[in-house]
């Protein structure tokens, strides 16, 4: 089936949330003619359901001794020795310029009464840095303010049309989007560049903090248009996420972690503390090593209870006030967070890995540029700092659009014209529902090799090749694709560091693994290991 409709923009971005938008809305203001394309509604992403903030060290607004290279420093040590180093250090300096700039576009964030902004400390931070809003609703602000500076028209947004494949020139450098709207019609959108901002992937598991359109659709998109994707097996598991009953599935509540930056602590049925010699930081512990250890003590069922813990948030003053979105979400599950403890487990949460590319967003393939959940530029590691995800979607969001911008000036893009016919690709299709189950039984928080390979097996029993000509095809194609990288990466790091466990190589290994891994897919559509890489700025 080949387009029936065709459109053309200087950019055309994938991607609502706050690293799609802030590149589109900086590349505006740069004079590029910019087309956002997003499969659902604008605010259906995953931004509006951060809770935690924005971690940035702001002048005057900040702890006493903190400074940006304490932030630098909590997040190389959260990414476990496989961050980018440069990479860290240009995404952290850059946060507060692109706070002050969210600012502008209208964002508010919490206030004390003294009219400093209010904040808050998370999970592997050693200072209070996280800025807020609405208590524990800063992503619905960002994406709101964000939606709101497009709202004048100027800024064009095709809602209900999914990126399908990249259009190429013969040398395979991208120079457009191949898309289905709402009714499954192709079109095609000519564009010298395309920035992919589309999200993660928590749809491969059963249970997720992720909304349902997170099924790694960008990442798909990149390694079909020859792109590599690096730290894939690195899946971080947010510790918790409400237990809504055995067997919950799909987005489940989350309980952000600054409720335990505010003093709730972890307890099994029994009242034991969790975390307790576990961490020198205990509850305050970064989210690998809370979730490892949740997940270790939930399989010894104290209490006769072995599918969740709790935490106690009983002595925290104002609670519905300050955490109100955790608040209003306890009592719609029956619980109330000033008398009993709150039921938790842990979730998938966050890739940490992703398309390879800088922090201008710049991937190995001409054309095509990567800001956000889907692009691994070496920010985080082998696990994510908290709250430095909205961070690095406003600050790379906006040097990718820059790099557009210079890119385009200079000449290095690629004329849309010269693009092949584009027709819909033919991609593996598994069953969704199988590979849920058996990616959250065998590849989520402790893996082992016998355990991995039933995976592939299960994979390969239930995928069938089909035209992805609807948009659930599409998801499902790019789940399928994501499982494949995974365990094809999981299976090879015979180690266990930060948020990838093996429960049979429990141990971390600096000699063989002070690298990250790098995944292509072979010209038959299989995801394999490419040639090794050493770590971005590994010692």
Known sequence: MRPRWEARADLVVVGTGVAGLTAALRAHELGLRVLVVTKASGPDGNTRWAQGGVAVVLPGEHDEGDTVGAHI?????????????????????????????LRERGAVFDAKPDGHLARTR?????AFRVVHSGGDATGAEVERALLAATADGR????EQHVAVDALRTPLGVVCGLLVLDGNGVPGAIGAPAVL???GGLGQLYQATSNPEVATGDGLALAMRAGAMAADVEFVQFHPTVLYTGRGARGRCPLVTEAVRGEGAVLVDATGARVMKGVHPLEDLAPRDVVAAAITRHMANGPGGIDDHVFLDATGLDRMATRFPTVHAACLAAGVDPARDPIPVAPAAHFACGGVMADVDGRTAITGLYAAGEVARTGLHGANRLASNSLLEGLVVGTRAAEAVAADLALGLLADPKTALDPVLPIAPVADRDSLQRV???????GRDAEGLAVVGSVLDLSTVDRVLDTRRLVEDAALTLAARALIAAAAERTESRGCHVRTDFTARDEVRWHRTQAVRLTPTGQPVLADPVMAWGAA
Not at 74 to 91: I, S, W
Not at 439 to 445: C, E, K, Q, T, V
């Open 439 to 445: 990616m959250s039984r065998y590849a989520a928080i």
């Open 73 to 101: 420093g909590d997040t190389l040590v959260a990414g476990a020795g496989l961050c980018d180093e440069d990479a860290v250090t240009a995404v952290i300096s850059g946060g507060p310029e692109a706070v002050e700039r």
């Open 155 to 158: 800024l064009p947004v095709l």
């Open 122 to 126: 998370e999970g592997g931070h050693t």
């Open 196 to 198: 992919l901002a589309s």
